[in-house]
């Protein structure tokens, strides 16, 4: 492995001397002392950012999403629990019979995620992701362009790591982001990249990187061909955070970091401006947590917290059941069970938590995946007015019912129904609720990678999770 060679580096900035700083921008934020969930797609989705939250993640990048993807989406709120969703139609492959279903292609929850979202966006084209980031920037707080991803379907692109070769291309789009929607949108805009082989090389792109505009960087510290196993090589940090601190442009690590007292630890040792935490994170979010609080929490708990967030924000199931694999320790019987079930309510039965079954219930209506339930498994339902009802026997409870009911009306032509029981909130102080408003339809919801625009959509957004390791 190459050593660093830092010799032209810039030195520390001498002790007393002022420190330059990229002013942040007014609706931006300092990325400073920070510790922060990481982009992932897949695990980065709304309830896992808002579980990075609750335990103490300062700020929560959301899944990488490629610029075609997002352009000509619609931003809606949704009236039950104050998302911002951005939607849109899938073209259906060219099969005009198939039917359509709407597709959300991003969710934040504007009030739990204020001031600490940062939006990822995977490009290789200037104009493409002005346009792009225009359409999310006013409910962020930064736009990050991803320059790490090391997958064919990115690099094929010329995006993710493909960016690393084509620095140009890189410092063009940076640049013109920062003017196009960095400036008038008054947020920050940043760059994750991965180092180099060659420590002169990555000193040479971060020099010019660091002169773009951008108010930080994430270094990734593995090349772009190593493994996620592999160990993250730290010895370029120095160079890269003092390059970064001369321009006034805040250092984060990412790569290794497994919890935030670790985090603070290694900000100190290098003198990075934060820390990023990624698979630690998505194996279990309490990470976030220091010992000092609690340190990490038993998988059950972190399991509950995230299938409120899921029900609460109406995450789609297969990305629920996705994370759960990876928060459920495999030998356990409820790892099995997980991955069978086919509804909200299943898993919920399947885990024991029993307060959960009238939310699930009603997002299985939401969602439209009654049809699968088996009688046997809706019979311990109490309504959030009854929390200590026992058991019913009857196959449908109240809260069900109720759901069944507004849905009914609304496919009869209710339009705007009021709901007799709007989805039985499961967490207290989260968005505006407005459960009065009208019912939109129901929706099919993707992952970021798997957008329903499959005809100018590249190949990066319909890989399988396991074999997104960006
Ligand atoms: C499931 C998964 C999805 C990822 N998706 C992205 C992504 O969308 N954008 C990105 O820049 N990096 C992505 N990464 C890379 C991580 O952000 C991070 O750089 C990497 O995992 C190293 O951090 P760690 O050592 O803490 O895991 C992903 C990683 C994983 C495991």
Redesign the pocket.
Known sequence: MATLASASAPGPVPVGAAVPRVPIPAKGVDYRNKIVL???????ELPSRLLALKYGADLVWG??TVDRSLIGAERRVNPRNGTIEFTRMPSNGGRPNKPTKESVIYRIDPAREKGRLIF?LGTANPELAVAAARVVADDVSGIDL?S??PKPFSTSGGMGAALLRTPDLLVCILETLVKEVGEPYQIGISV?IRILSNPEETEALVSRLVKTGITALTV?C?TTPMR?REA?IRDQLPMITSICHQAGVACVM????TSRDQGLALMKEYSVDGA?????A?NNSSCFRTKEDGGLAPWREVVYEYLRFCIESENRLGNTKYLLNMLIPGKDKEFKDTKLSKTYLDICRGLKFDDLLPAAAGLDQILGLDDKWEAPHVTSTPTQSEPDTPAQSEPKSKAVQNAMESETARAAGGGAVRTKAPLPAVHGGGPIRRSSAPQPAKVTQVDAEQPAVEAPIPAAQTEA?SQ???
């Open positions: 990481a982009p992932m797609v897949r695990s980065g899944p990488e990822q991803n790490g991803c994750k990734h593995r996620p993250a990412n790569g290794d970091v990023m935490i990624a698979t630690s998505e999770p997104v390791t960006v």
